[in-house]
Every structure is written in C-alpha cells, then in structure tokens.
C-alpha cells in the first residue's frame, strides 16, 4: 500500500549567500509563508527536478513536509523549524530583528 502523499514545499541554499530559500511559484523567497505548497506528489518531483537544475542559484535543493491546514504552511519537523528561523545565533541573519534579543 503506497503512503499517503503529504503537502510538501521545495527547500535548499541560496549559492551564493547559504540563505535557506524555498521555491515559490515564479522564484525563490526566504519567507517560508510565500512558498508554494505541493499537494500532488508528480508536481512536486517535476518542481524538485526544476530546482535541481538550477546549479547558478540553489544547492541542496529538496522536498519538506509542511503542515498546510493554515493560512501558512508551517514545519512538520524539527530541522525544518530550526531552518525556517534562520541562523542559531542572533548576531545576523533572520533571528537579528527580533526584539527579545
């Protein structure tokens, strides 16, 4: 029995800067709530090959599961979470405007 397909987002680097990025339908965002979720498995496989392909711009480039029942797609694991945060120090990146710092 094959496993139900779950909505999924293409995720990878930026090359140049190492910014987690993720594919939206016309590009790359960093913002993991403008990134296209996937809710067909050969549509996702074709947007996955797309990104691959694009050794200029994206490496690493590959599928997430998301939780899509939002507004927002949001991590369903704890890497995801963690990259969608940004870097894990508070010196640059995503986490410096935050204002708890």
Same mark, same amino acid.
């Given at each position: 029995?094959?496993?139900?397909?779950?909505?999924?987002?293409?995720?990878?680097?930026?090359?140049?800067?190492?910014?987690?990025?993720?594919?939206? %339908?016309?590009?790359?965002?960093? &913002?993991? @709530?403008? *990134?296209?979720?996937?809710?067909?498995?050969?549509?996702? #496989?074709? $947007?996955?090959?797309?990104?691959?392909?694009?050794?200029?711009?994206?490496?690493? %480039?590959?599928?997430?599961?998301? &939780?899509? @029942?939002? *507004?927002?797609?949001?991590?369903?694991?704890?890497?995801? #979470?963690? $990259?969608?945060?940004?870097?894990?120090?508070?010196?640059?990146?995503?986490?410096? %405007?935050?204002?708890?710092?």
């Amino acid at each position: 029995m094959a496993r139900e397909f779950k909505p999924k987002v293409v995720t990878a680097n930026a090359l140049l800067e190492g910014d987690v990025i993720y594919q939206t %339908a016309s590009g790359w965002t960093r &913002d993991l @709530s403008q *990134a296209e979720v996937l809710t067909d498995e050969a549509d996702a #496989d074709l $947007r996955l090959i797309d990104a691959s392909q694009q050794t200029d711009l994206v490496v690493g %480039a590959y599928l997430a599961d998301v &939780d899509a @029942s939002g *507004a927002t797609p949001k991590p369903t694991h704890f890497r995801e #979470d963690f $990259r969608a945060r940004g870097p894990s120090n508070y010196a640059h990146g995503k986490q410096e %405007a935050l204002s708890n710092v």
